[in-house]
């Protein structure tokens, strides 16, 4: 499979936690290769604890470190925390508009995002809704979005954020992928990663429970993938530089 020609990355999720489950190894193993990459989180992660007591201000904190940690160690340069309120996402104008302005601001050649279309994976996941309207913002974003002048002009272009050209996007949590990551050698980063958020794990056990269940999905996502991987990381590519090949 030919490699991708990029040097940065933008990536687009829901919830802290979730740009890891998506791409963990993919970033670990990009920044090993000396790509910038840089993390967008959607929503607060309010509503990542069951305890009708919690303290809320404490949780969003809480899970904004977490996300750095995570970050950290999967070698992201940075994590822009967009705030809105977790559970409760649309895909609205507003939040197209803060996902143009940071794909302007960053200027990446290849961003992520979630796949809009899946509602369910086999008999053992019914995707959350946030995941679906974050991807859907997200392709809008992507496409009229990032080169259109006239859209969100008084807010974007007239603020300084000009177009920007993107030339690769994937998306995750797909059930259709097309392009595959050998994430082998940086399964232990994800894993470490994804456990870096402490507040979603109940205790050791839960700990060692993912990490079986990441591993068991990576192999299978490395099934997929027809090669020889032993663990990998799935996604649908679309390659916007061979349109401009043929465009000429
Ligand atoms: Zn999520």
């Known amino acids: 499979m030919s490699d991708l020609d990029f040097q940065s990355v933008l990536v687009f999720c829901p919830h802290p936690d979730d740009a890891e489950f998506l791409c963990g190894g993919s970033m670990a193993k990009w ?42 160690i999967l070698g992201v340069k940075d994590v822009i925390f967009l705030g809105y309120r977790d559970g409760y996402v649309e895909d609205s104008h507003e ?44 392709l809008a974003a992507v496409n009229p979005g990032a080169t259109t002048v006239p859209l969100y002009r008084e807010e974007l272009f007239d603020q300084g954020f000009g177009p920007h050209r993107i030339k690769l996007c994937l998306l995750g949590f797909t059930t259709s992928p097309d392009y595959f990551v050998d994430i082998t050698e940086f399964m232990d980063a994800k894993i470490a990663a994804i456990s870096a958020h402490d507040s979603q ?29 032993q663990y990998a990381e799935g996604f649908k590519l679309f390659n916007f530089q061979r349109d401009e090949d043929a465009e000429t």
């Not at 303290?55 to 996300?67: K, M």
Request: glycine content about 6%.
């Open 31 to 72: 920044a090993s290769e000396g790509k910038e990459i840089n993390v967008v989180i959607v929503t607060d992660g309010s509503a990542g604890h069951n305890d009708p007591d919690v303290d809320i201000r404490w949780l969003v904190e809480t899970r904004r470190e977490e996300q750095r940690a995570a970050s950290e």
């Open 201 to 229: 794990m109940k205790n050791m056990d839960a700990v060692a429970t993912i990490g079986n269940r990441v591993k068991e999905m990576g192999q299978m996502v490395a099934q997929a993938s027809s090669q020889n991987y």
């Open 95 to 138: 939040l197209r508009r803060d996902m143009i302005r940071e794909i302007r601001r960053h200027k990446p050649d290849l961003v992520v995002g979630l796949d809009p279309t899946t509602y369910y994976f086999a008999q053992r996941y019914i995707n959350h809704p946030d995941h679906r309207k974050v991807g859907e913002a997200f």
